[in-house]
């Protein structure tokens, strides 16, 4: 499985150090990067969550305009006379302002409760009833295929994670006219592309990359098995656009 990650720049070990040993184990992977130009190789090569800068030693008030569906943090040490920074900062569209040496102690919690990944969870909310997801075996599923958005999933190791067989899993899933569990899994996968491209900074080439596709031409087959949609109509749909689409008839059948 291939964690969420959550790059940090700054300067100083101790706001570093907040930040990672603040963050929920399970809930992703902080990376300590030495300088914004790494925060952006993350960006264009792994699933980023949450990004945390100080935004006093790098230029990066021009992030969050390129990348709006993740969340952009501030942790600095603000002076009294940083209020023209701070609007600066606001008007970027930072998701958040930490104070370094104040918010330390609640850095990393913080950021964990309001990332891209919880704002997909939010917006796929009620799927599981929408689905027609009852059993605890198959919510536990669906929770499972949401955690592995970021890489190809076989139902295979969905049901090594949750302990049963494969075979076993696959029938209890699909029980009670729900989905079957590989169609599931390509539903939460083409969710997780549309909010990526909803981002002005991705292409489609880059969420192939991102999310492991292998090629454009099997995110666009993906996209059309699940949404009727190519991945440039993703952009538009979002999670919950694809969620819609995909209840109108393509549970079940392949195209």
Known sequence: MTPPLVPVFHPR??????????????AGVVRLCRSLAGVERLLYSRLVDAVVLDVKAAPALGLPARF????????SAFRPDDGALLAACHAAGFAGLLVEGVDNA??????????????RRDALTDAPKLLRLTDRLQLAAWD????????????????HALRVTREHLS???????????????DLAR???????????GYTVGVVVRILGYGS????????????????????????????????????????
């Open 13 to 26: 070990r101790e706001a570093r150090r907040a930040v990672r040993q603040g963050y929920p184990r399970g």
């Open 68 to 75: 709006p569906r993740i969340p952009m943090y501030v942790l």
């Open 106 to 119: 609640i850095a990393g919690e913080w950021v964990a409760a309001h990332t891209a990944q919880v704002a």
């Open 144 to 159: 499972e295929v949401l955690r592995r958005v970021a890489a190809p999933t076989r139902t295979g190791q969905i049901a």
């Open 171 to 185: 029938r209890e899933f699909a029980a009670g006219g729900a989905p079957n569990l590989k169609r599931v899994i």
């Open 190 to 200: 083409a969710a997780c592309a549309a909010d990526l491209l909803a981002n002005p």
């Open 216 to 255: 454009a031409s099997r995110l666009a087959s993906a996209a059309r098995r699940v949404a009727g949609a190519t991945p440039q109509e993703l952009r538009e749909l979002g999670p919950r656009g694809v969620l819609g689409r995909f209840l109108k008839g393509r549970t079940r059948s392949r195209i």
